[in-house]
């Protein structure tokens, strides 16, 4: 079955030797060039090679070992591969070393380092790229990270040109954020059934990659990817399937014995403040409002807590660039608080009120070290080559929404920011709420309650603020977003057991696997220092 052509784009240190090396010597034509990039006819693909500030950087193999930039490369029938031969025969000190050449195999490095892999095809069974029917294309872990990317992206342009109304995400896009479009392009589709084809093609390549880490998030991204695309395109998948395999959470509602652990903790809490009068709704009711900012000193605080939010980040974590947020209050929106990355802004719903802890949680939540430094981080990771090029889909509404909401909701502990008992009562709180929600949509969506026995829930369950409540309900109810209330509870667990099992010592390459890539809740916790 024919696919599209291949889109690679990969780092470089110097644009006049790169253009030297692969449209002199390889023929390659140029298809387009700019200040700092220039993209080639890569034997009826396309690459696209980009200046990298200061130099790539190569990525360390498992064992301490320097690894090449990036690897990939294509299978030739034996005409082209003679006519490649014969141009590398001719090109004497243009090549940085001699080509490995075998049988029907050859290995060589450009200018910067990338290795390139050519193979000699003996039938026409290989994949065909789309209108060669002469050419395969031979893609490396590296390169299928591209391919995914280029996939998603697709997707989600094509979700988002869709007419007003008929959208299901109505312009949010399957990912919200995307900060690679000048690393990887989407793929242009016309139709569904050109997705679902490329997304086999990609399935069938993921089946043989080396069990591990990185082949569970791929099988688990695929998955989500396709039942992504079947609500798209008007499919009708159950609840259950859609958090199981959209989202990549547990199925049914949290178990209430573990409900009841945490309203334990938290009624310990605030015993040990005092606060002995009432039932557990009545304290936690009155703790909140005697705390609550005054709205008056609502964006004066968020700015002191984003600059310590920020100073701690980048001790801890990486150097933010002093990227900061204005503070956006909005209402009547089903959210608390949203990343408005593109806008610079932190969207919050002020029908709400907020403690300092509530505050502090969602600030570190959206911009640092959550979302906001996420995507500053896996951009750099893959910029310098050291991340496959998918890290770049970390804000997707797919199975990688899991550990970007467990990131957020685990935030505050990353960079060690826990002050006192209020900030302690209000995580236990911040887990409880969630834990509720999730249950609540399930309830809602899958069990058939109604909605108003499903608000007294939340209310007599997680004591939430009637805006809150309301709020849940209508994400709940939502065919796409609704399931992803799931993600919340799941990626905060997943995150909280491998950060509380990690040393010290290894808390290092702890935070470059949380944030140096993406993973499924499955993926993230086969974490260990030797994971490649």
């Keep these: 079955m024919a696919t599209h052509p291949f889109q690679l784009s990969f780092a470089v240190d110097d644009l006049e030797r790169t253009k030297r090396f692969y449209g002199d010597v390889l023929e390659c034509p140029i298809r387009h060039q700019g200040e700092r990039s220039v993209e080639f006819d890569f034997f009826g693909h396309v ?24 690897s990939f490369g294509v299978s030739l029938d034996s005409e082209r591969w003679q006519a490649l031969t014969a141009a590398l025969s001719r090109a004497g000190d243009a090549l940085v070393q001699q080509p490995s050449v075998g049988l029907d195999r050859l290995v060589l490095r450009d200018p910067t380092g990338n290795t390139l892999e050519f193979t000699l095809r003996h039938s026409r069974s290989a994949p065909v790229a789309a209108n060669d029917e002469t050419l395969g294309m031979t893609i490396d872990p590296a390169a299928l990270g ?133 039932d557990l709704g009545e304290r936690i009711r009155a703790w909140e409002e005697g705390r609550f900012v005054d709205p008056e000193r609502l964006e004066a605080t968020f700015t002191e807590l984003l600059a310590e939010a920020r100073a701690r980040t980048d001790a801890r974590i990486i150097d933010t660039g002093g990227y900061e947020m204005a503070l956006n209050p909005v209402r009547d929106v089903p959210f608390t608080a949203r990343c408005n990355f593109n806008q610079g802004q932190m969207d919050l719903n002020v029908d709400q009120r907020f403690t300092r802890s509530a505050l502090k949680h969602l600030v570190c939540h959206e911009v640092h070290p959550g979302h906001v430094t996420q995507l500053l981080y896996t951009r750099a990771e893959v910029e310098a080559g050291r991340s496959d090029a998918d890290a770049l889909l970390c804000t997707a509404n797919a199975v990688t929404g899991c550990v970007q909401e467990g990131i ?44 108003d026995r499903v608000a007294e829930y939340l209310r007599r369950t997680a004591f939430g603020q009637e805006a809150w409540v309301q709020g849940r309900l209508r994400m709940a109810a939502h065919p796409f977003r609704g399931p992803f209330i799931a993600s919340y509870w799941a990626g905060n667990e997943s995150v909280r057991r491998v950060r509380e099992r990690v040393p010290a010592g290894q808390r290092p390459s702890f935070m470059t696997y949380l944030y140096g890539r993406v993973h499924s809740p499955e993926s993230l916790e086969m974490f260990s220092p030797a994971t490649p």
């Design 408 to 451: 957020g909701d685990q935030a505050v502990q990353l960079i060690d920011w826990i002050e006192g008992e209020d900030d302690e009562i209000h995580l236990e709180l911040r887990r409880l709420r969630s834990a509720a929600q999730t249950s609540a949509a399930w309830h809602l969506m899958v069990d058939g309650w109604a909605a």
């Design 47 to 70: 690459i696209s090679a980009r200046l990298a500030e200061g130099g790539p950087t190569a990525p360390l193999r498992p064992g301490g070992e320097a690894g090449s930039l990036w």
């Design 146 to 278: 591209a391919t995914l990317t280029a996939v998603t992206m697709g997707i989600d342009a094509f979700e988002r040109s869709r007419p007003r109304g008929t959208s299901l995400l109505d312009g949010e896009g399957l990912v919200p954020i995307y900060m690679g479009a000048d690393l990887v392009p989407a793929r242009r589709y016309a139709n569904w059934d050109e997705v679902q084809e490329d997304l086999a093609a990609l399935e069938s390549s993921v089946g043989q990659i080396p069990e591990g880490p990185r082949a569970v998030f791929l099988r688990g991204m695929l998955t989500s990817l396709k039942v992504a695309v079947r609500l798209f395109a008007g499919a009708s998948p159950s609840f259950e399937e859609k958090v199981r395999d959209l989202v990549g959470a547990p199925t049914g509602p949290v178990d209430p014995a573990v409900i009841e652990d945490i309203r334990g903790r938290l009624d310990s809490l605030l015993r040990r403040q005092g606060a002995v009068r009432g």
